[in-house]
């Protein structure tokens, strides 16, 4: 992994939250501030993909308030894939890494107040991996164009498809 790391990286959390992001200055800093006001004492990992705009500035700044953040910038735009595999890697080479990983969007279509849902029912469940989604029942999508809707259903489809 080539990539600049920035924080306390000795930081330690039952939780560690990665939200991967590329030109998120417009919904970085509220999703920081409402991740935070949740009181989880989760661990943030941000992986920047060399973001043009201020993304990697307003982290840096978030970082001023906050100690459990580290910001990771990628030297280039990589993609979400690979940005979710290296923070699990960072997460997983601690020397005690979280006990749960939430990876979420940055752009605000997960809801960082359904962290406390998901993290209750991998306790309940005792289970090791959680989905949350938005096409099961109760499961809302917003604010999205007709064009971007087929798209993600026909990925999930095909991933559906892939795995079975």
């Not at 991967?20 to 989880?40: A, F, G, H, Q, W």
């Not at 690979?82 to 752009?107: E, H, N, R, W």
């Not at 107040?113 to 096409?135: F, T, W």
Request: one cysteine or more.
């Amino acid at each position: 992994m080539q990539y600049q790391l920035i924080g306390n990286s000795a930081i330690t959390s039952d939780i560690g939250i990665l939200l991967p992001t590329y030109r998120e200055e417009e919904n970085i800093s509220k999703l920081i501030e409402s991740i935070e006001d949740l009181k989880l004492g989760a661990s943030i990992l941000v992986i920047d993909d060399s973001s043009p705009d201020k993304t990697a500035q307003i982290v840096k700044e978030k970082q001023s308030k906050y100690k459990n953040i580290l910001l990771c910038i990628r030297p280039k735009k990589s993609g979400l894939g690979t940005a979710i595999t290296d923070g699990f890697k960072y997460f997983l080479s601690l020397t005690q890494p979280p006990k749960y990983v939430i990876t979420m969007d940055a752009d605000y279509s997960h809801n960082p107040k359904d962290i406390p849902q998901l993290l209750s029912k991998m306790h309940e469940s005792n289970c090791a991996i959680v989905i949350g989604s938005r096409y099961i029942k109760g499961g809302k999508i917003r604010g999205w164009p007709f064009t971007r809707k087929i798209i993600s259903r026909t990925a999930n489809s095909i991933a559906r498809f892939s795995l079975a």
